[in-house]
């Protein structure tokens, strides 16, 4: 089921990517973005997951903390979106708890419509993100919630296909 702004956030508690335990209840009092990836692998993702760790230090320093989940096992990651040391607390969820707490979904016709974007892949490749091994749901959409400090969900945004995140301007004006 999805989840939409207004509502509660599901608490979880959960390992890093460095076996250091995170209780979502922690995290109160502060705006937390948390997103949803495909696996390690994914050209798309580490697209994605490089222009978030670009904005990190900024957004830290505006109360916000940014939470990666990828549905790839800890060796995985650290292989491909985590071989760099981050700013961003990853963590790994290859039995897919985590997502589906927040509802998020595979879609055959969003991978379908996502492969399609060229020009994204075609960034991706020349950052040197390269397609690696796929590890979950091919089919995963991402999904992107921005959270306030309290608890309640600012954000509840579902991508429409594989390459598809909540823009970042739309994250920056919640803060």
């Known amino acids: 089921m999805r989840l939409t702004t207004g509502q509660l956030a599901p608490q979880f508690v959960h390992n890093d990517l460095y076996d250091v335990t995170l209780d979502s209840r ?12 495909r696996y390690a692998s994914c050209p798309f993702c580490n697209l994605r997951f490089h222009a978030l760790t670009q904005k990190q230090s900024q957004w830290q320093a505006r109360g916000l903390e940014t939470v990666a989940i990828f549905q790839s096992p800890k060796d995985s990651i650290l292989e491909y979106a985590g071989s760099e040391p981050s700013v961003i607390r990853i963590l790994p969820d290859p039995e897919r708890t985590l997502y589906q707490r927040y509802g998020v979904e595979g879609s055959w016709a969003g991978f379908v419509k996502g492969a399609l974007q060229l020009g994204t892949f075609a960034q991706a490749l020349k950052s040197g993100h390269l397609p690696g091994k796929v590890e979950g749901e091919m089919n995963m959409i991402p999904a992107d919630f921005v959270i306030d400090e309290q608890g309640t969900i600012r954000l509840a945004y579902y991508g429409k ?3 598809d995140h909540v823009a970042i301007e739309d994250i920056e004006r919640l803060l």
Not at 29 to 37: M, N
């Open 26 to 37: 922690s995290l109160r009092g502060k705006k937390i973005l948390l997103s949803f990836y």
């Open 161 to 163: 296909d594989i390459s």
